[in-house]
Every structure is written in structure tokens, then in C-alpha cells.
């Protein structure tokens, strides 16, 4: 029978491992589906192997080690509670340190995207994009590099200054830049190219927000009972009350983000509607089935010691099942952004390419002041924040 202090000291990086190889295998099975048709249509070289199967596996562990980044270091803040003095206590500094590396690792594997990017985008071999002058030109001329490079740097910044704070105010500094990390991102690909592509981005940015939190979270709960952390019933009911709303921020974006490309007859006659269908399945699943369990296991855990060796290992099965599907899940996601979706419903005029949608006449002061479009990330922030505003008051004053 293991000591408690064997518990405590178990490595985490198995997990984290099990969960990323989950996510790239399955990322290179379904973009192997797309990724020949893609480069037929846009008439582009085929790169060789290490960039067709390298380009959608390291993005799948990109966004992976970005939502344990978010996860680990959302715990530090909000899951587990502060020491009297206002420093991390033990269990939040620890959660820390593995949002610190990976960050690190996050930046890493972006600043191999910007070689694999180049590498898709030109058709040569990726050999070819390893000289520094390549690099260069490709942040200076590929958008979706220079994405790579801003989030690099971002996550850079944040998993360096993690390294150095212990206080819970600095914590939640470094939680923000990593969350920012996202948006160079989600300001690029399919979304930022559709017909209404304001709309389709900011959807996206909610979308990618709430996945990191969603996905990140849970991982962020699994390896704190993994390593035998305690008031783990607490860490879960925060993260129950997070997932609650990232689900709810999950499927309002997707739907929105998904009616910008697709008609409802391209679901089941294209690629990328069948993939997306897949999506959907999952993300319903597991949003379910993850509401339902942990209620009944905050219960159980409420209504007996939650520290038990029992309850703890029911718990880590079960949060690593929902888990190893998450990752699977976000292989689906990162697989839709390789293939290409179905061809636009009409041709957009120029303005409408360039704004995201039509004007009604010519720009004059009348237009200027009496038209408005709701801004569905700015607008939504603004609406929560005058929701929350009240409370808060209430409860300060």
C-alpha cells in the first residue's frame, strides 16, 4: 500500500502525455480525410509527410498545452483559496509552476507552427523553412505565421513571469495574458475569411475562450487529485459552476459560428459538415454526461469524506475519461480548421469582404448615427458586465 507522500508525489507529466498523444494521433487520422482535397483545390504542392501529419499534430498539442496553461493556472486563482497574506497556498502554487511549462511548451509549439505554416502554405518540405531568413519572411507575409509568432510571444511572457510570482493578485495578471494568448489565433483561418467574418470571429474568440476553460479546468481538477491534493470536492465545484457556463458560451458560438458558413444541407453532403456534425455530437456528450456525473459525484463526495482513497480514484477515472474525450474532441476541431468548408452561398460584394457585411446605401451622417450592428464580443462583455454590475454593488455596499 502506497504512503500518502508517494501520492503526493506522483508525476503529472504521464497524464498530460496520455492526453496530447490522444489528441495528435487522432488530429492526423481525420485531417489524412481532407487534407489531399485541400491541397488539390488551392492548387498547392504536397509538402511531404512531416508537414501533412507534423502541421495538424502539433496544433492539436498546441491548443492542448494552451488549455492546461489556462486550466492550471484558473486553479491557482479561482479553484483552490489564497493564503491569509495573500500568496498562492501550496496547492495553488504548484498549479502554477504547470501552467509555467506549459506556457513554455505552448510558446514552443507555436513557434514550430510558424515553420509548419510556411512549410503548408509554400508546398515545400519543412527542411526548407528551417533557415532563420525563412522565418522572417514568413511572420512578414503569411498571417496565420505571424498569428503563431504573437501567441508565442504572449504565452512566452506569461510562462516567464509565472516562474517569478507568488502573490494571488500577480497569478491572476499572468492567467489574462495567457487567455490572450488565444486571440491571435482566433483571428485567422476559415473564420476571419467568411461572408459576415465580424461575426465569425468574435464567435470564434468566445468559442476558444470557453474550450480553454472547459478543457483546461477539468485537467487542471484530474491532476490535482492525481497528485493528492486536498479539498478536492471544493476545486470540483468551482470548476462544475465554470464548465456550467463555458458550455452554455460553447454552444450559443458554435451555432452562430457554424450559420456564417454552412447551410444545413452542406451537415450531411460535405467533409466539413460531417465533421462538424461529429463535433456537435461530442461537445453534447460530454457537456451531459460531464453535468450529470459531477453532480452525482459532488454529492457522494459531499456525503462522505471526499479525501478517501476510494473516492479519489473514482474521480480520477472518471475526469480522465472526460478528459482523454475532450482531447479527442479538440482533434476533431483542429482536423476542421485543415479541411476546406463548402463553397460560399453567393459571391460577396467588396465592401462586404473587406467589413463582413453589406451596407444598406451610401455613407452619409444619418447612416453613421442611426445604423448600428451588434458587436457579439464587445456587446456580449458589455451585457454581462451591466448583469453583474448590481450584484456587486449590492453585495459592497
Not at 514568413?138 to 509565472?162: D, F, H, P, T, Y
Not at 450559420?259 to 456537435?280: E, H, M, N, P, Q
Not at 460530454?286 to 479525501?307: E, N, Y
Not at 467589413?355 to 458589455?382: E, K, N, Y
Request: with cysteine; glycine share 8%.
Amino acid at each position: 500500500m502506497s504512503s500518502p507522500l508517494a501520492s503526493v508525489r506522483r508525476p503529472v507529466w504521464p497524464v498530460i502525455l496520455v492526453l496530447l498523444v490522444i489528441g495528435a494521433a487522432l488530429a492526423v487520422m481525420l485531417s489524412g480525410l481532407s487534407t489531399a482535397q485541400a491541397l488539390v483545390l488551392l492548387g498547392i504542392p504536397d509538402p511531404g509527410i512531416l508537414t501533412t501529419a507534423g502541421l495538424p499534430a502539433t496544433r492539436v498539442v498546441a491548443e492542448l498545452l494552451c488549455a492546461v496553461a489556462v486550466g492550471t493556472a484558473m486553479f491557482a486563482v479561482f479553484f483552490t483559496p489564497a493564503a491569509p497574506d495573500g500568496t498562492l497556498d501550496v496547492a495553488g502554487y504548484r498549479a502554477q509552476r504547470l501552467s509555467s511549462w506549459a506556457n513554455l511548451a505552448w510558446a514552443a509549439s507555436a513557434a514550430l507552427l510558424i515553420l509548419l505554416t510556411l512549410s503548408d502554405t509554400s508546398g515545400k518540405p519543412l527542411s526548407a523553412s528551417l533557415p532563420p531568413e525563412q522565418w522572417i519572411l514568413a511572420v512578414e507575409q503569411i498571417e496565420v505565421a505571424s498569428s503563431w509568432r504573437w501567441a508565442a510571444l504572449l504565452a512566452l511572457i506569461a510562462g516567464i513571469g509565472q516562474r517569478f510570482s507568488l502573490s494571488w493578485r500577480w497569478s491572476a495578471v499572468w492567467l489574462a495574458v495567457t487567455v490572450l494568448s488565444l486571440l491571435p489565433v482566433a483571428a485567422t483561418g476559415h473564420a476571419a475569411g467568411a461572408v459576415a467574418h465580424d461575426i465569425a470571429t468574435n464567435s470564434l474568440i468566445l468559442h476558444l475562450f470557453a474550450a480553454a476553460a472547459w478543457v483546461g479546468g477539468l485537467i487542471a481538477v484530474l491532476v490535482h487529485a492525481w497528485r493528492g491534493g486536498k479539498k478536492v470536492a471544493l476545486a470540483l465545484r468551482r470548476f462544475s459552476a465554470v464548465a456550467t457556463v463555458a458550455i452554455v458560451v460553447m454552444a450559443l458560438s458554435g451555432v452562430i459560428n457554424l450559420f456564417t458558413r454552412l447551410r444545413l444541407s452542406d451537415l450531411l453532403t460535405s467533409t466539413y459538415g460531417l465533421l462538424v456534425v461529429a463535433k456537435l455530437f461530442a461537445l453534447a456528450l460530454l457537456g451531459l454526461c460531464g453535468l450529470l456525473v459531477r453532480a452525482r459525484i459532488l454529492a457522494d463526495l459531499d456525503s462522505r469524506d471526499p479525501d478517501a482513497p476510494l473516492r479519489r480514484r473514482i474521480l480520477i477515472r472518471i475526469t480522465g475519461i472526460e478528459a482523454g474525450l475532450m482531447a479527442a474532441t479538440m482533434a476533431i476541431a483542429v482536423s476542421l480548421g485543415r479541411t476546406p468548408p463548402p463553397a460560399p452561398r453567393y459571391l460577396p460584394s467588396v465592401h462586404e469582404s473587406l467589413i463582413g457585411f453589406q451596407l444598406s446605401g451610401p455613407i452619409t451622417m444619418a447612416t453613421i448615427v442611426g445604423q448600428w450592428r451588434f458587436d457579439l464580443l464587445s456587446g456580449t462583455l458589455a451585457v454581462v458586465a451591466l448583469g453583474l454590475y448590481r450584484p456587486f454593488r449590492i453585495r459592497s455596499a
